[in-house]
């Protein structure tokens, strides 16, 4: 009766937990035959995606040695917490050094810290750390209306598509990733600027009111996905008194 | 035989011998019967559960809440007009707990925020899995006869597409995977009913193959039938892997097959190949009509540039004939009547020079390669089968072959599909979302024989086409009355008499949306005569400038002449209008300088229209809303003032605020931008 129920409750979990019903990856070992000295970044950090899917773009690391070239055929290993699943979860890197995964986002809203992993030649650890952004429902509502609403302003950033109101205002908005100056304000605040425009805070009046235009429940979700994205990350203050 | 027989018969006497002792053994053993109910409950996984998640609650700060909150036994949530009787509360107790947050185990996990809540949809109505049922593996995993699993969570955007068929906010998976299925050409093949009954309809507009011949070589037909991909890299048409003889027969059938269009024979401007391409006007005119607002280009970094209404024109010259593309570019509509092209009205130089142009983009290397001998009857005979088994008609009009009917599986409850229907490849999850997901990945992997072309989708195109399809339920079909939601909007308005006729011309509603129809890169033109003066309209048609300063894809200038104007003018005026806003109501001027100073006041103070405005091009900055240094003599004053109320009511899908104005302020304001005229634009250049 216990094993079998175990055996369930393991079922159970692979299910839930990593948002899918997939079958583990086949463990294939790969032998390095070479060994670097750093581990860097070169693209798929700092994605958001859907709980539960696969990031767009996958997550590229290179291996150097001590002249910053990459090296070819060194083991890197991707680990992330519960509900992050690598494809594949280990790989040599190839010519140019770099070692490549695609990353399935866990079940829940979060950031999720990604680690990769590789050993030089003194079989010392080196790891690289890479934060990934996985969106709920709420936050994912929340980023569509910041995109529509808020980013022309907000995001600095320039496409073709979409150029930045960013330098032409007198008084600068700040990112939504900006954890320094969002964090200190609580929901309310933030609720309140979206609601009735800059002033209700005494700040700038170009920041216009929302609270006709957008919902209690689109506001929310705006604030939701604020507070996913600030880096440095927002910690609510409810949770800092539970963990104490 | 006979000692086991004794010792049966003396172990009988032992236990039933004596009527006090027979009457103790059957007592012992219906209290074992008894017990077993109660200690099958005591052993369930339901209570295992719940009592692990007294022991995660017991120790937070909160443990009192939580435990008041807590229900012990058998959960149920019972919607009988939904059909679903859901006791996954009893394992998922803390979903309603806001203080579990930084829970990730389950089934202890917080539900993440959604508008619904379980009380009124249940759980399986979403999640799918057996609600029924109290042990984790029937609920989560059983495939047994007619029950479904539940649906992983990178899906589960499909089960909002359950109930709401326009296009929600939150769910752009669902909206991309949607208008993929339009747009990327399936519903051409495979049908699609949707549950108010209508059918989908495809949004690409696959070319017509009646006149092919005049419009492009079999060498060409034969190169792109090969691979699509190495003409256009954003070609929407898939890949059928034909053989080589197979692509040599099928043009040879196509080429042979195609009759002369109507004005094909006789080109507008004669003897045009020689037209030398001029390196900086060509490019130049190309720009000025706007061309890249529909039309992309591979530039040398090899990003695509440019829109998606029309196809890419990367390599155009090894496709059209020279004669072909001047017939086309003097007036579209003699090639294809239905075509969103619009008839520029070029003069026959700008054609010679746009045709120089377009011609010279081309690749020497593309059809190097492809030497077809003249066509036999057997080949021909041998084209036309081909056609006709690959489905060639579902997507475009071939002369003689007629559209097939449900070429490919219908759609129209693929979410419900039972697993016992579908052949799974060796190694396969065997899951409904991982079936659809690797038969739009590799359709032929399936089995030989299979007819559905190859397409080049990535890993999130995937994922949003099969989201898509898994929201088309039995249950979607057939949700009680109360759950229905509105369907989608369609309408097949197209404006009437001489004008409308100019306006399909023109194909206005390419990029404008007119009472439901239309594009969406251009405005709304419901309202239009409402919204601005005549005189304006007149000359915006004669020289169209642009509102928005950030703008990359504008309107065209299309070389009307006066009395065009005029027809198009007093249509858009006395048609499109507001059924609210009577533009008369308001004057355009005439209003007191106070007013118009306190306007200013408001504009530049009080609600700071600069950051998103520009009214003196000196000062002002803004980008996002139009231009507005000579509004007063573009938009009628009534409008503005209904636009200062409440603009989502004009346009629902403009970012503007609603600022929530008085009708003291939104007239001041309307007074202020009824008196810029263009002055400032003077002043500036002075």
Same mark, same amino acid.
């Given at each position: 009766?216990?094993?079998?129920?175990?055996?369930?409750?393991?079922?159970?979990?692979?299910?839930?937990?990593?948002?899918?019903?997939?079958?583990?990856?086949?463990?294939?070992?790969?032998?390095?035959?070479?060994?670097?000295?750093?581990?860097?970044?070169?693209?798929?950090?700092?994605?958001?995606?859907?709980?539960?899917?696969?990031?767009?773009?996958?997550?590229?690391?290179?291996?150097?040695?001590?002249?910053?070239?990459?090296?070819?055929?060194?083991?890197?290993?991707?680990?992330?917490?519960?509900?992050?699943?690598?494809?594949?979860?280990?790989?040599?890197?190839?010519?140019?050094?770099?070692?490549?995964?695609?990353?399935?986002?866990?079940? #829940?809203?979060?950031?999720?810290?990604?680690?990769?992993?590789?050993?030089?030649?003194?079989?010392?650890?080196?790891?690289?750390?890479?934060?990934?952004?996985?969106?709920?429902?709420?936050?994912?509502?929340?980023?569509?209306?910041?995109?529509?609403?808020?980013?022309?302003?907000?995001?600095?950033?320039?496409?073709?598509?979409?150029?930045?109101?960013?330098?032409?205002?007198?008084?600068?908005?700040?990112?939504?990733?900006?954890?320094?100056?969002?964090?200190? #304000?609580?929901?309310?605040?933030?609720?309140?600027?979206?609601?009735?425009?800059?002033?209700?805070?005494?700040?700038?009046?170009?920041?216009?009111?929302?609270?006709?235009?957008?919902?209690?429940?689109?506001?929310?979700?705006?604030?939701?996905?604020?507070?996913?994205?600030?880096?440095?990350?927002?910690?609510?203050?409810?949770?800092?008194?539970?963990?104490? | #035989? %006979?000692?086991?027989?004794?010792?049966?018969?003396?172990?009988?006497?032992?236990?039933?011998?004596?009527?006090?002792?027979?009457?103790?053994?059957?007592?012992?053993?219906?209290?074992?019967?008894?017990?077993?109910?109660?200690?099958?409950?005591?052993?369930?996984?339901?209570?295992?559960?719940?009592?692990?998640?007294?022991?995660?609650?017991?120790?937070?700060?909160?443990?009192?809440?939580?435990?008041?909150?807590?229900?012990?036994?058998?959960?149920?949530?019972?919607?009988?007009?939904?059909?679903?009787?859901?006791?996954?509360?009893?394992?998922?107790?803390?979903?309603?707990?806001?203080?579990?947050?930084?829970?990730?185990?389950?089934?202890?996990?917080?539900? +993440?925020?959604?508008?619904?809540?379980?009380?009124?949809?249940?759980?399986?109505?979403?999640?799918?899995?057996? =609600?029924?049922?109290?042990?984790?593996?029937?609920?989560?995993?059983?495939?047994?006869?007619?029950?479904?699993?539940?649906?992983?969570?990178?899906?589960?955007?499909?089960?909002?597409?359950?109930?709401?068929?326009?296009?929600?906010?939150?769910?752009?998976?669902?909206?991309?995977?949607?208008?993929?299925?339009?747009?990327?050409?399936?519903?051409?093949?495979?049908?699609?009913?949707?549950?108010?009954?209508?059918?989908? *309809?495809?949004?690409?507009?696959?070319?017509?193959?009646?006149?092919?011949?005049?419009?492009?070589?079999?060498?060409?037909?034969?190169?792109?039938?090969?691979?699509?991909?190495?003409?256009?890299?954003?070609?929407?048409?898939?890949?059928?892997?034909?053989?080589?003889?197979? /692509?040599?027969?099928?043009?040879?059938?196509?080429?042979?097959?195609?009759? +002369?269009?109507?004005?094909?024979?006789?080109?507008?401007?004669?003897?045009?190949?020689?037209?030398?391409?001029?390196?900086?006007?060509? +490019?130049?005119?190309?720009?000025?009509?706007?061309?890249?607002?529909?039309?992309?280009?591979?530039?040398?970094?090899?990003?695509?540039?440019? &829109?998606?209404? =029309?196809?890419?024109?990367?390599?155009?010259?090894?496709?059209?004939?020279?004669?072909?593309?001047?017939?086309?570019?003097?007036?579209?509509?003699?090639?294809?009547?239905?075509?969103?092209?619009?008839?520029?009205?070029?003069?026959?130089? %700008?054609?010679?020079?746009?045709?120089?142009?377009? %011609?010279?983009?081309?690749?020497?290397?593309?059809?190097?390669?492809?030497?077809?001998?003249?066509?036999?009857?057997?080949?021909?005979?041998?084209?036309?089968?081909?056609?006709?088994?690959?489905?060639?008609?579902?997507?475009?009009?071939?002369?003689?072959?007629?559209?097939?009917?449900?070429?490919?599986?219908?759609?129209?409850?693929? &979410?419900?599909?039972?697993?016992?229907?579908?052949?799974?490849?060796?190694?396969?999850?065997?899951?409904?979302?991982?079936?659809?997901?690797?038969?739009?990945?590799?359709?032929?992997?399936?089995?030989?024989?299979?007819?559905?072309?190859?397409?080049?989708?990535?890993? *999130?195109?995937?994922?949003?086409?099969?989201?898509?399809?898994?929201?088309?339920?039995?249950?979607?079909?057939?949700?009680?009355?109360?759950?229905?939601?509105?369907?989608?909007?369609?309408?097949?308005?197209?404006?009437?008499?001489?004008?409308?006729?100019?306006?399909?011309?023109?194909?206005?509603?390419?990029?404008?949306?007119?009472?439901?129809?239309?594009?969406?890169?251009?405005?709304?033109?419901?309202?239009?005569?409402?919204?601005?003066?005549?005189?304006?309209?007149?000359?915006?048609?004669?020289?169209?400038?642009?509102?928005?300063?950030?703008?990359?894809?504008?309107?065209?200038?299309?070389?009307?002449?006066?009395?065009?104007? /005029?027809?198009?003018?007093?249509?858009? #005026?006395?048609?499109?209008?507001?059924?609210?806003?009577?533009?008369?109501?308001?004057?355009?001027?005439?209003?007191?300088?106070?007013?118009?100073?306190? &306007?200013?006041?408001?504009?530049?103070?009080?609600?700071?229209?600069?950051?998103?405005?520009?009214?003196?091009?000196?000062?002002?900055?803004?980008?996002?809303?139009?231009?507005?240094?000579?509004?007063?003599?573009?938009?009628?004053?009534?409008?503005?003032?209904?636009?200062?109320?409440?603009?989502?009511?004009?346009?629902?899908?403009?970012?503007?605020?609603?600022?929530?104005?008085?009708?003291?302020?939104?007239?001041?304001?309307?007074?202020?931008?009824?008196?810029?005229?263009?002055?400032?634009?003077?002043?500036?250049?002075?």
């Amino acid at each position: 009766m216990s094993t079998n129920l175990s055996a369930s409750a393991l079922i159970f979990f692979a299910i839930a937990t990593a948002g899918c019903a997939r079958k583990p990856a086949t463990i294939v070992s790969l032998h390095p035959t070479a060994y670097g000295s750093a581990l860097v970044e070169t693209s798929g950090g700092k994605q958001m995606g859907a709980t539960g899917t696969m990031l767009a773009q996958p997550l590229v690391a290179q291996v150097n040695d001590d002249q910053g070239a990459g090296v070819a055929g060194a083991l890197v290993e991707f680990h992330g917490p519960f509900g992050i699943s690598f494809e594949p979860s280990a790989a040599l890197t190839d010519a140019s050094g770099q070692a490549t995964t695609n990353v399935t986002l866990g079940g #829940m809203a979060a950031r999720y810290q990604l680690t990769a992993t590789t050993r030089c030649k003194a079989q010392k650890e080196v790891a690289l750390n890479v934060v990934e952004v996985a969106l709920g429902y709420q936050q994912e509502l929340g980023y569509q209306l910041g995109e529509t609403y808020c980013a022309r302003c907000h995001n600095p950033e320039s496409s073709a598509e979409r150029v930045s109101n960013y330098d032409n205002l007198q008084v600068k908005p700040h990112t939504f990733t900006d954890g320094t100056t969002l964090n200190k #304000m609580t929901d309310a605040e933030l609720t309140s600027i979206i609601d009735h425009g800059g002033v209700a805070l005494n700040k700038s009046a170009l920041m216009p009111p929302y609270g006709y235009t957008l919902d209690k429940s689109q506001t929310q979700a705006l604030v939701a996905y604020l507070r996913l994205v600030s880096d440095p990350p927002y910690q609510a203050p409810g949770m800092v008194y539970a963990q104490k | #035989m %006979q000692p086991s027989r004794n010792r049966l018969v003396s172990e009988w006497q032992k236990l039933f011998g004596n009527p006090i002792r027979a009457f103790g053994v059957v007592s012992l053993l219906l209290v074992i019967v008894l017990a077993i109910a109660p200690a099958k409950n005591y052993f369930s996984e339901s209570r295992h559960y719940q009592k692990q998640y007294l022991a995660l609650i017991h120790v937070r700060s909160d443990a009192n809440t939580l435990q008041r909150h807590f229900h012990p036994d058998i959960q149920q949530i019972w919607l009988p007009e939904v059909g679903a009787v859901d006791r996954c509360t009893t394992c998922h107790q803390g979903l309603k707990e806001a203080s579990l947050a930084d829970v990730t185990t389950q089934p202890f996990r917080r539900h +993440p925020v959604i508008p619904h809540s379980a009380e009124q949809f249940g759980c399986v109505l979403c999640h799918r899995g057996q =609600g029924a049922a109290t042990t984790v593996a029937e609920a989560h995993n059983s495939a047994l006869a007619r029950e479904e699993p539940v649906l992983p969570a990178r899906y589960m955007q499909s089960s909002c597409g359950q109930c709401h068929h326009t296009a929600l906010v939150g769910t752009p998976q669902l909206n991309t995977g949607r208008t993929m299925l339009a747009r990327n050409g399936c519903v051409h093949c495979h049908t699609a009913r949707l549950p108010d009954g209508s059918t989908m *309809t495809a949004t690409d507009n696959p070319p017509s193959l009646i006149h092919v011949a005049d419009k492009t070589t079999r060498d060409w037909i034969y190169a792109w039938l090969k691979d699509p991909l190495a003409y256009a890299v954003s070609a929407t048409m898939p890949n059928f892997n034909l053989s080589d003889e197979d /692509a040599r027969d099928i043009s040879a059938f196509l080429i042979s097959n195609s009759t +002369p269009a109507a004005g094909d024979a006789a080109p507008v401007v004669a003897a045009s190949s020689k037209t030398p391409s001029d390196p900086v006007a060509g +490019p130049s005119l190309y720009g000025e009509s706007f061309c890249s607002s529909c039309h992309a280009i591979q530039n040398a970094a090899g990003n695509v540039v440019g &829109g998606d209404i =029309g196809p890419e024109l990367t390599h155009i010259g090894n496709k059209v004939k020279p004669e072909w593309l001047q017939v086309w570019l003097g007036n579209p509509r003699i090639y294809d009547s239905n075509t969103p092209m619009p008839h520029y009205r070029f003069t026959s130089q %700008q054609i010679a020079l746009l045709g120089g142009f377009l %011609q010279a983009k081309s690749d020497s290397s593309l059809l190097a390669n492809v030497h077809l001998e003249a066509a036999t009857a057997g080949q021909i005979a041998h084209g036309k089968t081909l056609v006709t088994d690959y489905g060639c008609a579902s997507c475009h009009e071939i002369r003689g072959v007629k559209k097939p009917d449900n070429f490919g599986p219908e759609l129209s409850r693929i &979410g419900s599909k039972q697993l016992a229907e579908l052949v799974f490849l060796p190694g396969m999850t065997h899951t409904l979302p991982d079936y659809i997901a690797g038969k739009i990945r590799q359709p032929r992997a399936f089995g030989s024989g299979l007819k559905m072309p190859q397409y080049t989708f990535t890993p *999130t195109q995937i994922g949003a086409l099969t989201t898509a399809l898994l929201s088309y339920t039995d249950r979607s079909h057939n949700l009680p009355a109360a759950l229905a939601l509105p369907s989608l909007p369609t309408s097949n308005y197209r404006p009437a008499g001489n004008p409308g006729r100019l306006m399909e011309e023109l194909a206005c509603q390419s990029c404008h949306r007119i009472n439901g129809r239309g594009g969406d890169m251009a405005p709304d033109l419901t309202m239009e005569g409402s919204s601005v003066q005549r005189a304006w309209l007149n000359d915006f048609l004669k020289n169209p400038n642009t509102l928005r300063p950030s703008l990359i894809r504008r309107m065209p200038r299309f070389n009307l002449t006066d009395g065009e104007r /005029a027809e198009l003018t007093d249509y858009m #005026m006395t048609a499109y209008q507001s059924p609210t806003i009577d533009r008369d109501s308001m004057p355009l001027s005439g209003y007191s300088a106070p007013l118009v100073e306190q &306007g200013k006041q408001l504009f530049y103070s009080k609600y700071a229209c600069q950051s998103c405005h520009i009214i003196d091009s000196n000062v002002d900055k803004g980008y996002i809303g139009p231009t507005l240094t000579q509004v007063g003599s573009r938009l009628n004053a009534a409008w503005i003032y209904a636009w200062m109320k409440n603009p989502q009511a004009l346009r629902s899908d403009t970012v503007q605020p609603n600022f929530n104005m008085s009708d003291e302020d939104a007239r001041a304001l309307t007074a202020f931008l009824m008196s810029l005229r263009g002055t400032t634009r003077l002043e500036a250049k002075r």
